[in-house]
């Protein structure tokens, strides 16, 4: 690592010193469309010749447009590619890609990039680097062990072997469970622990696991958790890739962590049970962070069992991260509500997967696809009606395309009800040449990158819609489907439109989900013996998948966790979730708000959307305040809501009492965010709600209030300056949400912040308020 740093910093100080025109190139890895070669000008062994007379089109076109001030250098093949991929390396200008761009078959330029430590992407995205700061040695030396509650593991994958690891640290108390085809031998210095929960699985359904389609044991058979555990703390792997998509070093976010493999569920789901019991005994293992990417609807905390044994591992000081559900884009679907718990949305990164689709009549639009073939010719389409007598023929379901109608075209299908891939896979069947996934209004624009087994894409809304119109009103309908590899630069983030959103159902006096991270087209490792698509047809083979879902974004931010918990030891659970909170931030790489892919509900992503803004490690790393939770505020915060003494017992185990003398509001948690109910006709009503903030940045700082206040009410805050002497120094302030402007249609909120600068600090809290 120290090798390739230092050939980084010799690799930059050439570039600065190199001529002008010098720093004006870059390498490209070009793709480029084997079907527009021109037979003049290729060998039959090789296609060499035909790359180079590109570079001579480029370097001749852009010499007749120089004039004697304009020094740029001639254009300069590197590299040849003809089995992986097709196309070539070369060192380009911005000029030079003018002109690519004029070549027949050009499909796209993307920038070379040193080969530095990357989850393929997301690590860089999110600011880590290596040898800095989160990622400096003796920060990632500490040992901090990250429990997993999914699918299981593949422990012979290479993102889990234990090189170089030191021994399992003393604390650690758990086992590794023998079963089928995994032994004690399979858990090593990476994979400490392993246990499978099936007893409540078993019952449910009333038969025993069929271990002819799952293994009896912590081995993965769904690719799901092995796909988490290394997001979150999976090694170094150099090289990574998706069939040569998204090429790069893949690492999990804190990837010297130890994993704990607790295996809950299975082929049909996940029960309560066996959750509840693998959360307890991981606590009583010795896990600081669990990561839970599953859940199920809403429902109050006392019948939420995520949330009941939440509460009793933060009790233990370990952090619970899970994910906030894919019900999005509608209103109050987000689950793993519980004001203690770390719910986590999902959004993308700036690198995509692009195909083109072009219509018969010349129209354009863009897709997302991992299918790894050539361009699909100008072929007819077809869609609903128009590919099989089936009502069921829109969505591509299995047996309901005409043979007779779709062979050889290509066929619009409707997503929902069967997989994605599944479609594919039935036009497929029917002989179909090809698929395009349509978005309905609610699905908006969002587009998943999917492992087709033939030429596929995804469209958002808007492109769907008018191919739908497309297809049914002209008598020859074609389309043509193009594929250009993988790009960077797109703006980001944007919120998915599958990410569940508020306000919660179960607790609207608190914001939910509380961030978002990466958790769009995401690549980590995968089950070699599992295909890419999870289609029994698909004899492919990985060692690395790309998944979409808020599954992906949940370990993100456990593997985060686990970094500021191994920086900052004696943070409590809700200090370091204050830290992701109040460091989040709000704009894309282009700096304009955050949007939302449900682009057809809202063009912008609101605080119910993405929570307090998108992780960013770093600055939380040192966030200058934090509001801190005890256990006993998040009683208080149930007896505040009128949960009877019974019900809070199930968290307390009976060992608390609300106090009859106290004057409780849920606005009073020491929550990082605020969450407002005013009554939709109370004008001049106001609510007053009570903060405390504690130091943890410099010794000697003041901070002033800046407010950014939502649309109908006025804010104030009282004090309006907080002056610290010492860290650790607690000060109180209140907030007071004055209802302004008239009457207001029930179920409308508005959205608005309070933010504590001290110079480089920005402690930032949202504000949603909501009439009722």
Request: hydrophobic letters at 35%; a positive charge.
């Amino acid at each position: 690592m120290i090798f390739r740093f230092r050939i980084l910093i010799l690799f930059l100080a050439l570039m600065v010193t190199n001529s002008i025109a010098f720093a004006d190139q870059q390498t490209y890895i070009v793709h480029m469309d084997q079907t527009k070669i021109k037979a003049s000008i290729h060998t039959q062994d090789s296609t060499k010749p035909w790359f180079e007379s590109i570079i001579d089109f480029i370097s001749e076109s852009s010499m007749q447009e120089e004039d004697e001030e304009d020094d740029n250098l001639a254009p300069q093949l590197l590299y040849t590619y003809e089995t992986s991929m097709f196309g070539f390396a070369a060192h380009l200008s911005k000029k030079h890609l003018k002109y690519l761009n004029q070549v027949d078959g050009f499909l796209s330029a993307i920038p070379d990039e040193l080969s530095t430590l990357h989850t393929t992407y997301t690590p860089h995205f999110l600011g880590l680097r290596n040898g800095r700061s989160l990622w400096s040695a003796s920060n990632l030396a500490t040992d901090v062990i990250i429990g997993v509650l999914d699918s299981g593991i593949w422990p012979e994958h290479i993102s889990f072997q234990d090189s170089g690891m030191s021994p399992v640290p003393s604390h650690w108390k758990g086992v590794c469970e023998k079963g089928t085809k995994f032994s004690s031998s399979n858990c090593n210095k990476k994979l400490v622990g392993a246990r499978a929960y099936y007893k409540g699985y078993e019952i449910f359904f009333g038969k025993k696991i069929n271990e002819t389609v799952d293994y009896l044991s912590p081995r993965d058979s769904q690719g799901h958790g092995t796909h988490t555990a290394s997001t979150s703390a999976g090694n170094v792997v150099k090289n990574a890739n998706f069939f040569g998509q998204a090429r790069g070093t893949a690492c999990g976010m804190r990837y010297t962590s130890r994993i704990a493999v607790y295996k809950v569920c299975w082929s049909s789901g996940c029960t309560n049970a066996d959750v509840l019991a693998a959360m307890d005994q991981a606590v009583s293992d010795g896990v600081d962070v669990l990561s839970l990417s599953l859940g199920s609807i809403p429902k109050p905390f006392y019948s939420d069992s995520i949330a009941i044994a939440s509460y009793g591992a933060i009790k233990k000081g370990v952090l619970v991260a899970c994910s906030a559900g894919n019900s999005g884009p509608f209103p109050s679907t987000v689950g793993n509500g519980a004001p203690w718990i770390m719910t986590v949305a999902a959004s993308s990164t700036d690198r995509s997967f692009p195909t083109k689709v072009k219509l018969g009549n010349g129209k354009t639009f863009k897709g997302s696809s991992l299918y790894q073939g050539k361009k699909t010719n100008q072929l007819p389409l077809v869609y609903g009606k128009s590919a099989g007598a089936k009502k069921e023929a829109q969505y591509c379901i299995g047996g309901s395309l005409d043979p007779k109608l779709v062979h050889g075209k290509i066929v619009a299908c409707e997503r929902g009800i069967n997989g994605r891939t599944e479609k594919g896979e039935e036009v497929k069947v029917a002989g179909g040449a090809g698929m395009i996934l349509l978005n309905n209004e609610y699905q908006g624009e969002e587009l998943f990158a999917d492992p087709h087994i033939l030429p596929a894409t995804s469209l958002g809304a808007s492109a769907s819609k008018t191919i739908r119109s497309y297809s049914q009103s002209v008598k020859k309908p074609t389309a043509s489907i193009s594929f250009m590899g993988t790009r960077f630069g797109d703006p980001a983030p944007v919120m998915a439109a599958f990410s569940s959103r508020g306000p919660s159902l179960v607790g609207p006096d608190v914001i939910k989900p509380d961030v978002t991270a990466p958790g769009v087209n995401i690549l980590a490792a995968w089950p070699t013996k599992i295909s890419p698509s999870f289609l029994m047809s698909d004899k492919r083979k990985v060692l690395f998948n790309i998944l979409s879902g808020t599954s992906m974004s949940c370990p993100h931010v456990s593997g985060i966790a686990a970094l500021l918990k191994s920086l900052h030891k004696d943070w409590s659970p809700a200090a370091i979730k204050s830290a992701l909170m109040t460091t989040a931030y709000t704009l894309n790489n282009k700096g304009a708000p955050i949007s939302d892919m449900a682009s057809n509900n809202s063009p912008l992503a609101t605080p119910f959307a993405f929570g307090s803004g998108h992780v960013n490690p770093v600055s939380a790393s040192d966030p200058g305040l934090v509001y801190d939770i005890s256990t006993k505020d998040y009683l208080n915060y149930l007896c505040s809501i009128n949960y009877t003494s019974s019900q809070i017992a199930l968290l307390s185990r009976g060992k608390f009492v609300c106090s009859k003398k106290a004057v409780l509001q849920a606005g009073d948690l020491n929550y990082p965010s605020f969450a407002v109910l005013l009554g939709k006709s109370a004008l001049n009503v106001s609510v007053t709600y009570r903060r405390v903030v504690t130091n943890v940045g410099k010794p000697q700082s003041a901070y002033a209030v800046k407010l950014e206040q939502p649309n109908g009410v006025s804010v104030t805050v009282e004090p309006r300056k907080l002056k610290f002497e010492k860290v650790g120094q607690k000060l109180s302030y209140k907030v007071t949400f004055l209802s302004i402007g008239g009457a207001r249609v029930a179920g409308t909120s508005s959205f608005g912040s309070l933010i504590w600068v001290s110079g480089r600090y920005q402690v930032r809290s949202p504000m949603a308020v909501t009439w009722q």
